[in-house]
């Protein structure tokens, strides 16, 4: 019953325009933040280097095993829980992180991420751009972050 009302809490992670993830305070969301621009870098490089079999290894490692085991599971307690500030942050933090998500693997599965990228838009708004027009996930440096971008 917990886990339903955890999802239904995550339903209404709507992308928020202004969201900043540099911003974000809580711990949980920095590390996934720093997760995110990890995945997004190491599957940047593969790319540019002709290697989409690790491209695809690395977003799919990203995905199921640090998104959905760790960080969704991770997140019920603040969304269950009674901090609003907390649980706002959470939201938005969902959303930028599946919308990064629906962009990286969009090279290896277009058809199917370009439904879900209109569908996951705010209620009542329309996505700027196509899916395959979206700006590539930028490298944000994350207030606290361990992990420094190669140049």
């Known amino acids: 019953m917990e886990t339903r009302r955890a999802f239904a809490e ?6 928020v325009a ?4 540099k911003s974000v305070k809580q711990t949980l969301n920095r590390w ?9 870098i190491e599957i ?3 790319i540019e280097s002709y290697r989409f079999n690790e491209a ?4 799919y490692r990203f995905v199921w095993n640090i998104f959905c085991d760790w960080y969704l599971e991770l997140s019920k307690p603040v969304l269950l829980g ?4 907390a649980k706002d942050e959470t939201r938005a933090m969902v959303a930028f992180v599946r919308d990064e998500i629906l962009k990286l693997p969009c090279t290896f599965h277009a058809l199917h991420h370009r439904g879900m990228w209109h569908v996951t838009a705010a ?3 329309n996505r700027a751009s196509l899916l395959a027009l979206a700006r590539w996930p930028h490298h944000h440096a994350i207030a606290g ?3 420094r971008r190669r140049d």
């Open 32 to 40: 996934i933040a720093n997760e995110t621009q990890k995945a997004s």
């Open 145 to 147: 972050s361990c992990f």
């Open 56 to 59: 695809a290894g690395a977003a």
């Open 123 to 125: 209620p009542g708004t």
């Open 82 to 85: 009674d901090d609003n500030g």
């Open 44 to 46: 940047t490089e593969a």
């Open 18 to 21: 202004d969201f900043d993830p």
């Open 10 to 15: 995550m339903n209404g992670c709507a992308t």
